[in-house]
């Protein structure tokens, strides 16, 4: 069984900074995109950042420029995400995604959600 767990979500007040992390732990053959989504109240769950396993990434534009993802060096099949500069409108909750492969079907890959961390910010 394959696990993201997400941490690091919380509230701050405009302009300020805060980290999410999310790991996949279990029976993992191979991960190919991770990365985070946002879902407001009462809107579509949106693009923030992923990256690839080659280290592409690509960024919803609402937050190019003051998110950056990058892969977890110490530990394996996990990314962080490094919020600046936060507005009011990132107020959401923020889902980890993974598509991966695991032993059982390593030329299967599929798509893998974390439960969602909680991002307030206020003005």
């Known amino acids: 069984q394959v696990q993201l767990v997400e941490s690091g979500g919380g509230s701050v007040q405009a302009g300020g900074s805060l980290t999410l992390s999310c790991a996949a732990s279990g029976m993992i053959f191979g991960v190919n995109v991770m990365g985070w989504y946002r879902q407001a109240p009462g809107k579509q769950r949106d693009l923030v950042a992923v990256?690839?396993?080659?280290?592409?990434?690509?960024y919803g534009e609402d937050v190019e420029g003051r998110f950056t993802i990058s892969r977890d060096n110490a530990k394996k099949n996990a990314v962080t995400l490094q919020m600046n500069s936060l507005k009011p409108e990132d107020t959401a909750v923020y889902y980890c995604?993974?598509?991966?492969?695991?032993?059982?079907?390593?030329?299967?890959?599929?798509?893998?959600w974390g439960q969602g961390t909680q991002v307030t910010v206020s003005s």
């Open positions: 990256i690839t396993s080659g280290s592409r990434t690509n």
């Open positions: 995604k993974a598509n991966l492969a695991t032993p059982s079907a390593p030329s299967f890959w599929s798509d893998h």
